[in-house]
């Protein structure tokens, strides 16, 4: 069984996090730990191996790249993601250089891109090369944050962020 924790200083959050991945993965497969305190997750990380580690980035006392840089230490081979609804370019640089962080996930977050990045996290080897795509996708998403990330619209169009898809013929 695959071991997930989750780190936020909202509880509504956490507890939305935990439902969301309950919904999709069964107990056997992935088990689910929450922890609103920093601090406390990295005591936790020091008892425990966790093969995913998702943590917000703003939290009193230790913020999320500072927290998924010392999980990296632990544990190198644990696939650190971030979450959060700063998206300016010094903290997914920071994220990305500090942390080695797999995904940043944006709040508001989707829930189907969401789980398909932990489905992802999950089978990914941090400590295996990465491919050149993969490399490309990076240096592309560290340039311009939310590049790679595309929603696409019931008609095969690319949707922009907070628009709605318009009916053919209607504007």
Not at 2 to 22: C, E, G, M, N, S
Not at 32 to 59: G, K, N, T, W
Not at 106 to 113: D, G
Request: aromatic letters at 6%; charged letters at 25%; a positive charge.
């Amino acid at each position: 069984m695959k071991r997930l924790l989750i780190v936020d200083d909202q509880t509504p959050v956490l507890h939305a996090l935990r439902r969301l991945v309950q919904r999709h993965f069964k107990p056997q497969q992935l088990g689910v730990e929450v922890c609103a305190d920093p601090l406390q997750a990295l005591q936790r990380l020091q008892q425990a191996h966790f093969d995913v580690l998702i943590s917000d980035y703003r939290m009193p006392r230790l913020d999320g790249v500072t927290l998924l840089a010392r999980a990296r230490e632990l544990d190198p081979r644990m696939v650190r993601m971030m979450l959060s609804a700063a998206a300016d370019f010094g903290t997914v640089l920071a994220a990305v250089n500090r942390a080695g962080v797999f995904r940043y996930i944006t709040k508001p977050w989707s829930e189907s891109q969401l789980i398909a990045d932990l489905r992802a996290a999950l089978v990914f080897d941090p400590c295996a090369a990465p491919s050149a795509d993969e490399r490309e996708r990076r240096r592309l998403e560290a340039l311009e944050p939310g590049i790679t990330q595309v929603e696409w619209g019931p008609n095969g169009e690319v949707l922009m962020p907070g628009h709605l898809p318009t009916r053919p013929g209607k504007l």
